[in-house]
């Protein structure tokens, strides 16, 4: 088996970063997909590291193509109103690769479209970062992907582990993919969170006892939920991840800051928010990620309020 057309819907800081690499390997073969406008906005070009390129866009308001893989690559928050644009670009033999932040993109995507086959993916240790349409990186880092379980790995999963491997991606699937989503998305409840919190950068993770407390209290939070799940996550996974954060790059910031910093919306409710559905159903008490999800869901309100206000008064001068 051997994935010859592709696509991607997202391109933002990290869908930029493997767009960039895959179209300049497979070159027409690899579609930016999503609608008119979208479209249109790629025309103009993709900026990455300050090179501008043109891939090829699929417009799925006036067209249909069924591609081999469709990589998903868009907000968590944008991934019901993306359904009708991945409808556009599958069949029932194109394999999904949903790489987005939190838990639950699989699910959701493998119950819009039951007869494809939907992976696990998650992107750890790139510093792919994005300032209006301009996407920087200096490193790529893993691309993890697969099914559930993958002890005899199944010939789609060979496939497009070879597919971004040849374009330059450090692409690899684990044996246990639930938890090493389950794990991403432990660091995400605890650095983007607390990032935002406290406005910090990753060289103050390691220099105040304040902010290593908040880590561990809002993660722990997760290896509770995950022991009732039976996903194995354990509190010395835990211990590794805040090593982890606290020795990580000192200049750089999560996604989340930068999208607060930027006044977008946040993955607020693809963290504390499902860490708070999840607890109801699991009977595991939540009590810093409700914490975390009030305070950053009001800041944020208030900046897109502000934000809104600021345009208003332009528009009126």
């Known amino acids: 088996m051997k994935i010859m057309k592709a696509g991607i819907i997202g391109t933002g800081a990290v869908g930029g970063m493997i767009c960039s690499l895959l179209h300049k390997k497979y070159d027409k073969d690899f579609y930016v997909i999503g609608n008119e406008k979208r479209s249109q906005r790629i025309a103009k070009g993709l900026v990455v590291n300050g090179e501008t390129m043109y891939p090829p866009a699929l417009n799925t308001d006036k067209e249909k193509q069924a591609l081999d893989l469709v990589i998903v690559c868009v907000k968590n928050y944008h991934l019901q109103d993306s359904l009708k644009d991945i409808a556009a670009a599958i069949d029932e033999h194109t394999i999904i690769l949903p790489l987005l932040n939190g838990v639950t ?3 959701v995507i493998q119950e819009a479209f039951p007869n494809n086959r939907v992976f696990y993916g998650i992107v750890m240790r790139t510093d792919a970062a994005r300032v209006d349409y301009n996407v920087t990186y200096h490193t790529c880092g893993e691309i993890q992907l697969g099914y559930a379980k993958n002890e005899e790995c199944a010939e789609e999963v060979i496939a497009v582990k070879d597919y971004l491997f040849e374009a330059g991606l450090n692409a690899v699937v684990y044996p246990d993919m639930l938890r090493m989503l389950w794990r991403k998305w432990m660091i995400n409840i605890g650095a983007n969170q607390i990032s935002t919190l406290t406005g910090a950068k990753f060289k103050y993770f390691g ?12 993660m722990k939070e997760i290896v509770d939920i995950a022991k009732v799940k039976n996903i194995h996550l354990t509190e010395q996974d835990l211990e590794d ?15 989340m800051l930068q999208d607060m910093e ?7 409710d693809s963290f504390a928010g499902t860490v708070m559905q999840y607890g109801l159903q699991c009977d595991v008490p939540t009590p810093i990620n409700t914490m975390l999800y009030y305070g950053i869901k009001a800041r944020e309100k208030v900046y897109l309020m502000e934000k809104e206000e600021e345009l208003r008064r332009a528009n009126l001068q």
Do not use: G, H
Request: glycine content about 0%; hydrophobic content about 45%.
């Open 105 to 107: 993109a699989t699910d």
């Open 207 to 218: 220099m105040f006892d304040e902010i290593v407390i908040l880590l561990r209290a809002s």
């Open 241 to 255: 991840v805040v090593q982890i954060l606290i020795n990580y790059p000192p200049e750089k910031k999560t996604s």
């Open 262 to 268: 930027a006044r977008r919306l946040t993955e607020i």
